[in-house]
């Protein structure tokens, strides 16, 4: 059975926000783009939903082809569907958003991209389309979301120790922690254990690591 259309539809594309934290500052992941509109301009990752495609499989590929990146845990963030946002077509964005570890990270951009690069959150470029509006969106989201959730360990190494994860926490909220406070919350959340191991802090005694539960990668985030 086929089916005539009588009234035109958007077209969707999905954006990816990836944030880090690089020497005590929160930096998002931006591609130079190579061709029209806003051409070299600084984005956001992302491009248009093919017709057989899911939505997660949109952002996790766009990602790989534009920066390198692949095999990273995505979180939809909120839809943006403003008429205008894009010149060439009525278009409406599933954004999605990620943490990732500086360590862990070779980017290489794609064939859409002529650079990408990491920039502080604090000192963005100008960006194309409403990016602007969609990384301030998701810097909310991530801010809210350290409150209550174990998804600030999704910044940290294979190990680390407690400090490490406070210090995270204080960067990226602003705001000082409580060691006592936040050491006891975060022990509550029974998401870490010890590895057995310690490293050494300075003058201070050497402090024991921790690794994250495999189990609680993704089912202490909500």
């Excluded at 963030?77 to 278009?91: A, K, Q």
């Excluded at 000082?176 to 201070?204: C, V």
Aim: net charge negative.
């Amino acid at each position: 059975m086929s089916y005539t259309y009588l009234h035109p539809h958007p077209a969707v594309t999905t954006d990816i926000i990836v944030f880090t934290v690089q020497d005590d500052v929160l930096k998002v992941l931006l591609i130079q783009r190579l061709a029209p509109p806003h051409e070299g301009s600084w984005a956001l990752p992302g491009g248009f939903v093919e017709i057989e495609e899911s939505l997660d499989a949109c952002a996790l590929r766009e990602l790989h082809e534009e920066t390198g990146l692949e095999g990273i845990y995505l979180e939809q963030l909120y839809t943006f569907g403003e008429p205008g946002r894009d010149p060439r077509e009525r278009v409406i964005s599933i954004a999605y958003f990620a943490l990732v570890p500086s360590d862990k990270l070779v980017l290489q951009p794609g064939s859409d991209a002529s650079a990408v690069a990491w920039y502080p959150i604090s000192a963005l470029p100008e960006l194309a389309f409403d990016h602007e509006k969609i990384t301030n969106i998701a810097c909310q989201r991530l801010t809210d979301k350290m409150e209550y959730s174990t998804i600030g360990l999704m910044f940290m190494s294979s190990e680390f120790t407690l400090s490490q994860v406070q210090s995270l926490y204080e960067v990226i909220s602003g705001k000082p922690r409580d060691k006592r406070n936040f050491r006891k919350w975060l022990l509550s959340l029974d998401a870490i254990e010890e590895t057995g191991r310690k490293k050494a802090e300075g003058a201070y005694r050497p402090a024991k690591l921790y690794r994250l539960k495999e189990s609680k990668i993704v089912s202490n985030i909500r």
